[in-house]
């Protein structure tokens, strides 16, 4: 189970910040999210949005071990 | 507060002047602390609250990362960022950054070096709320220039 966390206009977009996914990888949450919020999956896969599973920034596909935290971050603005 | 007793991020209000003169206690060979004072702007009006959003232990790990080399390129003795999360008003303070080392040059430089850096390329989420709804801020075309000065 991979907890999912949004972050900026993302989580605006989504309507929420915080989730618990069942999924393998990094290509298998995409589709569970797509399922629930075409949308949302499409920001997600967006220009300039990374990805930190568990705190560090990962590119490309990835597997998603028991208890992963996965992050979607949209451009960062700055302090 | 976070795992880097150098750097806190904080959703309560803090006093700057507090925090300098702790910043300067108890140091015998450091000849200078350079300082500085970020504060939200109103933005004539269109800005009634700003609001930060950090990825704790994310955004304090990446922030050391760089404090670290920092300390390492100007031969610094030490540093202290204190940088505020969640909503903010106009006229807080958003970010404290001190540095301390043995002359003036290196504690000035480190500290704009530190600041270009945080306005442009630190991981946070920076919101304005305003008369005229919500919108996301991105770095400014000037937070990148200053920010490359310095690569």
């Known amino acids: 189970m991979a907890r999912v966390l949004l972050f900026g206009r993302l989580a605006d977009q989504a309507g929420w910040r915080e989730r618990s996914v069942e999924a393998g990888s990094l290509a298998s949450l995409r589709q569970a999210l797509a399922a629930a919020d075409p949308d949302l999956a499409e920001a997600l896969g967006g220009p300039g949005v990374q990805v930190a599973i568990d705190k560090t920034i990962v590119r490309g596909e990835a597997t998603l071990a028991a208890a992963t935290e996965v992050a979607f971050l949209p451009p960062m603005s700055g302090g | ?151």
């Not at chain 2, 504060?39 to 050391?64: K, N, S």
């Open chain 2, 1 to 151: 507060m976070t795992a880097f007793p150098s750097i806190s991020l904080t959703a309560h209000s803090f006093e700057p002047g507090v925090l300098l003169t702790n910043f300067c206690a108890g140091r015998a060979e450091t000849g200078a602390v350079a300082s500085f004072v970020g504060l939200a702007r109103a933005e004539h009006g269109r800005a009634t609250v700003l609001e930060l959003e950090a990825y704790p232990g994310f955004t304090d790990a990446a922030i050391a990362r760089f404090a670290e080399e920092a300390k390492a390129r100007f031969d610094l003795h030490d540093y202290r960022i204190v940088h505020r999360i969640g909503r903010i008003a106009p006229g807080e303070a958003i970010v404290f950054v001190a540095t301390a080392a043995g002359h003036r040059r290196a504690a000035f430089e480190a500290c704009d070096f530190l600041m270009d850096w945080l306005k442009s390329r630190a991981p946070f989420w920076k919101k304005e709320h305003g008369p005229d709804g919500d919108r996301w801020i991105e770095p400014t075309a000037q937070d990148r220039t200053d920010a490359e000065r310095w690569d």
